[in-house]
T-cell receptor, first 114, second 118 residues
């Protein structure tokens, strides 16, 4: 079992709709959770971080964390064509807490259809 | 703005050649990382460093070495390049977690170096 799992996609969502991206992780000791966005041919950039159970909102983005289910998700409201990218889920576990030795999922490719 | 600069965007090397990939960051970050990214495998950590002259193995260190002689510079070395090292290599840097709540600092990535080994 992979440590961090994501559906590879592609996930196609109409413009203006909600895009929902999901990630599961295997290490129950995981403490910190991140979503990175990577445009084609570019390097990843951080868009959300979440550390506690529940929702965290930042503009059109909402990260959701459920540690009991070992599940983290990213919702993108009012999807725009500029949101078309690969979204990487990254997790830091208890053993590594205090450093940034992140474990990344393989990413979900999102396409927003105009 | 944080800037992480990788010396070469595209390289083509032959099997057995020694390859140097250079990375420089300008934000005085203590932590630096080398990842490789391959389709279907995602980002995998090769080596990382928390201080000058310090290095630690990541998940896939075989066939690689690193050097950190100065705080701002972290080099990845392929002693004898092989075709299975054809990949996109990404350097990243970050500052240590905040003392207040130990939250992880953001990773800042360079633009990547696409290496092809023939």
């Amino acid at each position: 079992q992979k440590e961090v799992e994501q559906n590879s996609g592609p996930l196609s969502v109409p413009e203006g709709a909600i895009a929902s991206l999901n990630c599961t992780y295997s290490d129950r000791g995981s403490q910190s959770f991140f979503w990175y966005r990577q445009y084609s041919g570019k390097s990843p950039e951080l868009i959300m971080s979440i550390y506690s159970n529940g929702d965290k909102e930042d503009g059109r983005f909402t990260a959701q964390l459920n540690k009991a289910s070992q599940y983290v998700s990213l919702l993108i409201r009012d999807s725009q064509p500029s949101d078309s990218a690969t979204y990487l889920c990254a997790v830091n576990n208890r053993a590594n807490f205090g450093n940034e030795k992140l474990t990344f999922g393989t990413g979900t490719r999102l396409t927003i259809i105009p | 703005d944080v800037k992480v600069t990788q010396s070469s965007r595209y390289l083509v090397k032959r099997t057995g050649e020694k390859v140097f990939l250079e990375c420089v960051q300008d934000m005085d970050h203590e932590n630096m990382f080398w990842y490789r990214q391959d389709p279907g495998l995602g980002l995998r950590l090769i080596y990382f460093s928390y201080d000058v002259k310090m290095k630690e193995k990541g998940d896939i260190p075989e066939g690689y070495s690193v050097s950190r002689e100065k705080k701002e510079r972290f080099s990845l070395i392929l002693e004898s390049a092989s075709t299975n090292q054809t990949s996109m290599y990404l350097c990243a840097s970050s500052s240590p977690p905040r003392a207040v709540d130990l939250r992880i600092g953001e990773l800042f990535f360079g633009e990547g170096s696409r290496l092809t080994v023939l």
